[in-house]
């Protein structure tokens, strides 16, 4: 079945840019989303991608993909605490109303 | 709009009690999930129901666990009898024909621990 990876933990200074990196494995992919969750609350969607599109950006937030290498990512500039939170990769299919989510990155801001 | 709510937001338990959580998803919305979020498996979907009939309940672990939803305002996820693995947050989440596919509107999740 579909897969999506992530790694877990991203750790960057306040200020710096963060980038976070997710694969996935179904070539059929339609829409790629990034959800963030705060600590005791549940997913939001932050943004997403078509999959005829590379880039997207949305103020500090860019968005790039590689749809030949099945490749996601997600550029925050000027980190903020306010930014600490897991974020989710995820996919669907278009067709299909189920998304595949990744494990979660937990990005830690620290001061 | 009040968003997805669920209740109870904590529910602690014992084992072998049965355990109901509540969902009312947000008004208009035709599509409705229940997923369940652990550190060890991370997001994983029970569930989801389209029009208030169940889609695909491939992801509900086991006859223990069972998903109603009567109408498109209220839906329950049941868990009888409750065992300590199944200690997890609980989230429900709704989407709308208009929106995004995918994008999904979560609640605040249900935090069940079973002692």
């Known amino acids: 079945g579909e897969d999506v990876e992530q790694s877990l933990f991203l750790s960057v200074r306040e200020g710096d840019s963060s980038v976070i990196n997710c694969t996935y494995t179904d070539s059929s992919s339609t829409y790629l989303y990034w959800y963030k969750q705060e600590p005791g609350a549940g997913l939001q969607l932050l943004t997403y991608i078509f999959s005829n599109m590379d880039m997207k950006q949305d103020q500090r937030l860019t968005v790039l993909l590689n749809k030949k290498d099945k490749h996601l990512s997600l550029r925050i500039a000027d980190t903020q605490t306010g930014d600490s939170a897991i974020y989710f990769c995820?996919?669907?299919?278009?067709?299909?109303?189920?998304?595949?989510f990744g494990s979660g990155t937990q990005l830690t801001v620290l001061p | 709009d009040a968003g997805v709510i669920q209740s109870p937001r904590h529910e602690v338990t014992e084992m072998g009690q049965e355990v109901t959580l509540r969902c009312k998803p947000i008004s208009g919305h035709n599509s409705l999930f229940w997923y369940r979020q652990t550190m060890m498996r991370g997001l994983e979907l029970l569930i989801y129901?389209?029009?208030?009939?169940?889609?695909?309940d491939s992801g509900m672990p086991e006859d223990r666990f069972s998903a109603k939803m009567p109408n498109a305002s209220f839906s329950t996820l049941k868990i009888q009898p409750s065992e300590p693995r199944d200690s997890a947050v609980y989230f429900c989440?709704?989407?709308?024909?208009?929106?995004?596919?995918?994008?999904?509107?979560f609640g605040e999740g249900s935090r069940l621990t079973v002692l």
């Open positions: 995820a996919e669907s299919s278009g067709s299909a109303r189920q998304l595949t």
């Open positions: 989440a709704s989407l709308g024909d208009r929106g995004l596919t995918g994008e999904l509107f």
């Open positions: 129901f389209n029009n208030n009939v169940p889609i695909d």
